[in-house]
Antibody
Framework: QVQLVESGGGLVKPGGSLRLSCAASGFTFSDYYMSWIRQAPGKGLEWVSYISSSGSTIYYADSVKGRFTISRDNAKNSLYLQMNSLRAEDTAVYYC??????????????????????WGKGTTVTVSS | SYVLTQPPSVSVAPGQTARITCGGNNIGSKSVHWYQQKPGQAPVLVVYDDSDRPSGIPERFSGSNSGNTATLTISRVEAGDEADYYCQVWDSSSDYVVFGGGTKLTVL
């Protein structure tokens, strides 16, 4: 069945680095956009980044721009998030999610929407000294 | 940046109808998606593109979107529907995925 499994979380000191991975199975990984979303303890969902199916289009939330790098390896059915210069406020559960792009009907030029239809169980990142 | 506003909490008795709103400037021109998240679990998509349901989601879950408000409606609420619900849109003007702050649904 369709499955996403995150790994790589852990405890890291402020200023440190961590690389998260997400292993996909049960679907054609290279056909889908993918996203990272995080959730700080007791807080809501916060989008972090997404990457197009080929890897040619990437967007980041302002809170991580310049510090985090999303990438993918379609041959390995894997998504990654390289996190550098980590801060206490980056402490969260990080989810990877399969992302669907749709076109809003009747729009010219075309306007698109994106939603996350499959989520992994998440991996916990704690930034603390 | 685009802001989505949800009520922090909604309470409803079993068997009644719950309506969770998501406010945003001219949100009716956007496509709205809804997620359910139970404690300790990952979010689950329950409505996409305003009113479509993924396979496996009960017909009790429905959505609408017009003007400045999108609404997730849960009919015949069950105890198992108790969860946090989040709305989400794509803001094309800033290339951003935006989530609402979430609404905690309590089944009395």
């Amino acid at each position: 069945q369709v499955q996403l499994v995150e790994s790589g979380g852990g405890l890291v000191k402020p200023g440190g680095s961590l690389r998260l991975s997400c292993a996909a199975s049960g679907f054609t990984f290279s056909d889908y956009y993918m996203s990272w979303i995080r959730q700080a303890p007791g807080k809501g969902l916060e989008w972090v980044s997404y990457i197009s199916s080929s890897g040619s289009t990437i967007y980041y939330a302002d809170s991580v721009k310049g510090r985090f790098t999303i990438s993918r390896d379609n041959a390995k059915n894997s998504l990654y998030l390289q996190m550098n210069s980590l801060r206490a406020e980056d402490t969260a559960v990080y989810y990877c999610a399969r992302t669907v792009r749709g076109r809003i009907t009747g729009t010219t030029p075309p306007h698109y929407y994106y939603y996350m239809d499959v989520w992994g169980k998440g991996t916990t990142v704690t930034v603390s000294s | 940046s685009y802001v989505l506003t949800q009520p922090p909490s909604v309470s409803v008795a079993p068997g009644q109808t719950a309506r969770i709103t998501c406010g945003g400037n001219n949100i009716g021109s956007k496509s709205v998606h809804w997620y359910q998240q139970k404690p300790g679990q990952a979010p689950v998509l329950v409505v996409y593109d305003d009113s479509d349901r993924p396979s496996g989601i009960p017909e009790r879950f429905s959505g609408s979107n017009s003007g400045n408000t999108a609404t997730l409606t849960i009919s015949r609420v069950e105890a198992g529907d108790e969860a946090d619900y989040y709305c989400q849109v794509w803001d094309s003007s800033s290339d951003y995925v935006v989530f609402g702050g979430g609404t905690k649904l309590t089944v009395l």
